[in-house]
């Protein structure tokens, strides 16, 4: 699942892009001031960064230009209400990789967003393989034995969690941080229905055994696809 980050310091427009952005698949977390936004794109890995450039305490030309010269490569999209010319210049020159202007249609943003998304997924490794469980991150698409398993969008996203760390350990706590936003304060057990879900798909029908329960430890997914 695709984690986006959102650094705006309107929170109403921080709300709304939160959840509809939730709403399309996307795991988002949300900063409202250029510090917090700056520390959060550091400190995570986010395949999408929606930028303003008026923020407080450090602008978002300012924040841009610390990502890039700490060798952050995330694709960012500048969200703008200036609408001049050098303006987007500037952000283009800084290092941005697309830009919005205030107000902009949601549709829109969204086909940005997908965009740089496979842009950036281009860049790396797109395909997972466990033995004969193969994952496609830029085309969303799992096999199995040659086999299409249909997913939802959150059971592509704890499947390719799963599947990064491949004969790793992995608690149901750091499955939930990366497959769902930050602020998602329900029961920790969602992950094992997910988890249950997944099995019916990927393991039952072909008679496999690939997520492993770790009592009181977590999941692993094996390396040879079970």
Known sequence: MARVLVVEDERNIADALR????????????ALDGMDG?????????DVILLDVMLPGLSGYKVLEQLRADG??????????????????????MGADDYL???????????????LYRRGARTQSNIMEAGDLLLDSTRRRCERDGKEILLTAREFGVLEYLMSRRDEVVSKTEILASVWDENFDGDLNIVEVYV????RKIDVPFGRH?????????YRLHRDGG
Request: proline share 3%; aromatic share 10%.
């Open 19 to 30: 959840r509809g952005l939730a709403a399309e698949g996307f795991a988002v977390d949300v």
């Open 210 to 218: 690939a997520i492993e329960t770790v009592r009181g430890a977590g």
């Open 196 to 199: 249950r879900y997944l099995r």
């Open 72 to 93: 952050v490569v995330t694709p960012v999209l500048m969200l703008t209400a200036k609408d001049g010319d050098f303006d987007i210049a500037d952000a283009l020159d």
């Open 101 to 115: 202007t205030k107000p902009f249609s949601f549709v829109v943003l969204v086909a940005r967003v997908r965009a």
């Open 38 to 46: 700056l520390w959060k794109a550091t400190e995570v890995e986010y």
